[in-house]
């Protein structure tokens, strides 16, 4: 069986997406009875294969960005059949996925599709999208929370199947060999002791700005000497967030990043005091459970996937309530009973995810969809 993977709206790698094909090309590579093959820009042959792998790459020159959607609809029968694919992995099948498919086609959806069409303009993008996704073979959910969504947008439930993203846990573990008062990850220097929040800054629904406030409240009231790091990406929100941050009275003590190397997060965890995740259209929830690997306590919206993800193992609180944010970074930071216990339980509960689970459940789904069609 030959397997192509789809490498089209993966951010060259440096994306939530781009971290999650590159976790699971490391582990499918040891499936000896399945050929692997991803096709995708030529500029990203080297952004997702490991050195000494077994999966190959297939080089294509589409053009702009733009131009992907469209190349999708037109060229992607040819392309399958000219390179033998038997089944077509779409990891980006939140954002790009041919609306007619002749080759079984498995989407990955790591996004809340209502929150993504909410914000759409053109409402055929959403009908392509969602018939599209009807037309696929079968699908594959982040989390139990986009499986509703799906259903809640008319996808058959029968096609979905729900694999979580897993932690690479020779990476994600508490470093605490790293000692001193400041955290040196290039090109950064972070002053010790701060909290952490990894996301992309690209919408209110991420809620950065009531981070930020409710982080002035925090400091006015405990005169404590934590720093806010926002580690994530830049996007359409991002002036909003800076905006935010420079009118806070602890602007001087609110770190933004911009984007940020997946590889060094364990570092940045690990030497964080807390995780404070107040997303509340988290479909996946990935950073929640690296920072709880890395042994830190963890606090976040009680909102999307995020109390699915992160079981009892966090603090929760609405984020949209300053005050009760405010009151929740307080207590994670300072009752020492609190965060040994969140800490403990949350290292032994992500303990159940794992990258090799995730792919041999994906290998799974693909011999499923492969055995579909008379094989």
């Given at each position: 069986?030959?397997?192509?993977?789809?490498?089209?709206?993966?951010?060259?790698?440096?994306?939530?997406?781009?971290?999650?094909?590159t976790?699971?090309?490391?582990?499918?590579?040891n499936?000896?009875?399945?050929?692997?093959?991803l096709?995708?820009?030529?500029?990203d042959?080297?952004s997702?294969?490991?050195?000494?792998?077994n999966?190959?790459?297939?080089?294509?020159?589409?053009?702009?960005?733009?131009?992907?959607?469209?190349?999708?609809?037109?060229?992607?029968?040819?392309?399958?059949?000219?390179?033998?694919?038997?089944?077509?992995?779409?990891?980006?099948?939140?954002?790009?996925?041919?609306?007619?498919?002749?080759?079984?086609?498995?989407?990955?959806?790591?996004?809340v599709?209502?929150?993504?069409?909410?914000?759409?303009?053109?409402?055929?993008?959403?009908?392509?999208?969602?018939?599209?996704?009807?037309?696929?073979?079968?699908?594959?959910?982040?989390?139990?929370?986009?499986?509703k969504?799906?259903?809640?947008?008319?996808?058959?439930?029968e096609?979905?199947?729900?694999?979580?993203?897993?932690?690479?846990?020779?990476?994600?573990?508490?470093h605490?060999?790293?000692e001193?008062?400041?955290?040196?990850?290039?090109?950064?220097?972070?002053?010790?002791?701060?909290?952490?929040?990894?996301?992309?800054?690209?919408?209110?629904?991420?809620?950065?700005?009531?981070?930020?406030?409710?982080?002035?409240?925090?400091?006015?009231?405990?005169?404590?000497?934590?720093?806010?790091?926002?580690?994530?990406?830049e996007?359409?929100y991002?002036?909003?967030?800076?905006?935010?941050?420079?009118?806070?009275?602890?602007?001087?003590?609110?770190?933004?990043?911009?984007?940020?190397?997946?590889?060094?997060?364990?570092?940045?965890y690990?030497?964080?005091?807390?995780?404070?995740f107040?997303?509340?259209?988290?479909?996946v929830?990935?950073?929640?459970?690296?920072?709880?690997?890395?042994?830190?306590?963890?606090?976040?919206?009680?909102?999307?996937?995020?109390?699915e993800?992160?079981?009892?193992?966090?603090?929760?609180?609405n984020?949209?309530?300053?005050?009760?944010?405010?009151?929740?970074?307080?207590?994670?930071?300072t009752?020492?009973?609190?965060?040994?216990?969140?800490?403990?339980?949350?290292?032994?509960?992500?303990?159940?995810?794992?990258?090799?689970?995730?792919?041999?459940?994906?290998?799974?789904?693909i011999?499923?969809v492969?055995?579909?069609?008379?094989?």
């Open positions: 069986m030959k397997v192509g993977i789809d490498t089209f709206g993966c951010n060259h790698g440096q994306s939530g997406i781009g971290s999650y094909l976790s699971l090309i490391n582990e499918l590579q499936v000896e009875d399945i050929s692997f093959e096709f995708g820009e030529e500029s042959r080297l997702f294969i490991p050195a000494g792998g999966v190959t790459f297939h080089g294509l020159n589409v053009g702009q960005k733009k131009s992907h959607r469209t190349w999708h609809q037109i060229k992607i029968d040819t392309l399958a059949f000219k390179q033998h694919y038997d089944v077509i992995l779409y990891p980006a099948g939140s954002e790009v996925i041919p609306l007619f498919q002749r080759v079984p086609g498995i989407a990955v959806v790591n996004y599709l209502s929150d993504l069409f909410r914000g759409h303009r053109n409402p055929f993008l959403k009908f392509a999208h969602i018939t599209a996704l009807k037309q696929t073979t079968a699908i594959i959910a982040s989390s139990q929370f986009i499986r969504d799906l259903i809640s947008l008319g996808i058959n439930p096609k979905i199947e729900v694999i979580h993203h897993g932690i690479d846990h020779s990476r994600f573990y508490p605490t060999e790293i001193g008062d400041t955290v040196l990850v290039k090109p950064f220097s972070i002053k010790r002791p701060f909290i952490i929040y990894a996301s992309r800054l690209q919408n209110a629904d991420k809620k950065h700005v009531e981070l930020i406030k409710a982080f002035t409240i925090f400091k006015k009231k405990t005169s404590l000497p934590h720093r806010l790091v926002l580690a994530g990406d996007g359409r991002s002036d909003a967030v800076r905006k935010a941050a420079a009118s806070s009275e602890f602007a001087s003590d609110i770190f933004i990043t911009g984007y940020f190397p997946h590889e060094h997060f364990p570092e940045l690990s030497c964080a005091d807390a995780c404070i107040p997303s509340v259209t988290e479909g929830g990935l950073p929640v459970i690296e920072a709880m690997a890395s042994g830190i306590p963890v606090a976040c919206a009680k909102a999307g996937s995020l109390p993800i992160a079981g009892d193992c966090a603090c929760y609180f984020p949209d309530d300053i005050e009760e944010l405010a009151a929740v970074i307080s207590t994670i930071v009752d020492s009973k609190l965060r040994e216990k969140l800490i403990k339980a949350g290292f032994e509960w992500t303990k159940r995810f794992s990258w090799e689970k995730t792919a041999s459940r994906t290998v799974e789904v011999r499923q492969y055995s579909k069609r008379g094989h």
